[in-house]
């Protein structure tokens, strides 16, 4: 059952925020070292700047490997991993994972 209420909520209305442009090149953190243990197709990645342990698939490793080579984006990283850049989502879920590893202090944005 619903019960009426007296009072009314105000009316807000939604503000369109932007998120703020994704970087367009990335790096590894320089001077980070990152210790790695491999199982199977899982990966425990334990970096000692931030004590953080992460479990990672083999492509993260593969993302942070490349990045440790030469900056890159997106495009770039598909191309050096040898991805199909054309396959739908492939470019989306690169951006997603390289955001994901700049959250958690692995990688960082290029200044232009």
Do not use: K
């Amino acid at each position: 059952m619903v019960y009426p209420t007296s009072v009314s909520e105000p009316s807000l209305s939604p503000v369109a925020v932007a998120p703020p442009p994704a970087p367009s090149r990335w790096r590894r953190n320089p001077g980070t070292v990152l210790r790695i243990v491999c199982f199977d197709h899982n990966n425990v990645l334990f970096n000692p700047a931030s004590g953080s342990t992460h479990l990672v698939n083999d492509l993260v490793l593969d993302i942070l490997d490349a990045l440790a080579h030469a900056p890159a984006d997106g495009l770039e990283l598909a191309q050096r991993l040898q991805l199909e850049a054309s396959e739908d989502g492939i470019l989306l879920e690169l951006e997603r994972i390289l955001q994901n590893l700049d959250q958690l202090g692995l990688i960082m944005p290029v200044d232009l």
